[in-house]
C-alpha cells in the first residue's frame, strides 16, 4: 500500500533546531491526514502534530509555538520543522498517514526516525 520513509533526525543541543522529513511512496492510494507521533522511552505513543489535506493543523500542547508541521501535496512529502528544542523531546519520532481506501482509512507507518536533544 503506503510506505513512509523519514529522515532529518539526530542529536541536537537543547535550544537548537532540526527539521524532520516524511516521503509517501502511495502507490496510486489518496492521503488524506498525516502526522508526526513521537514515543519516549517508557512513556506512550503521542501524537506531536498533523495536518490535514487542506492544511488544517494541530499540536500536542507541549510543542504548540516550538514545532510546525506543513505538507507538499505534490511531493506526498510532511515535514516536521522543530524550533527551540528541549531534551524531554527526546524520542523516537514516527510519521503518520490516513490512506483513502473510500468507505474507511488505514493507517501508514514510518519506521520512526530518533531524536535527541542534550541539555
Known amino acids: 500500500q503506503v510506505q513512509l520513509v523519514e529522515s532529518g533526525g539526530g542529536l541536537e543541543q537543547a535550544g537548537g533546531s532540526l527539521r524532520l522529513s516524511c516521503v509517501a511512496s502511495?502507490?496510486?492510494?489518496?492521503?488524506?491526514?498525516m502526522g508526526w507521533w513521537r514515543q519516549a522511552p517508557g512513556k506512550q505513543l503521542e501524537l506531536v502534530a498533523g495536518i490535514t489535506g487542506y492544511g488544517r493543523t494541530n499540536y500536542a500542547d507541549s510543542v504548540k509555538g516550538r514545532f510546525t508541521i506543513s505538507r507538499d501535496n505534490a511531493k506526498n512529502t510532511v515535514y516536521l520543522q522543530m524550533n527551540s528544542l528541549k531534551p524531554e523531546d527526546t524520542a523516537v519520532y514516527y510519521c503518520?498517514?490516513?490512506?483513502?481506501?473510500?468507505?474507511?482509512?488505514?493507517?501508514?507507518w514510518g519506521q520512526g526516525t530518533q531524536v535527541t536533544v542534550s541539555s
Open positions: 503518520n498517514a490516513k490512506i483513502d481506501l473510500g468507505d474507511y482509512e488505514d493507517d501508514a
Open positions: 502511495t502507490n496510486g492510494f489518496s492521503i488524506n491526514a
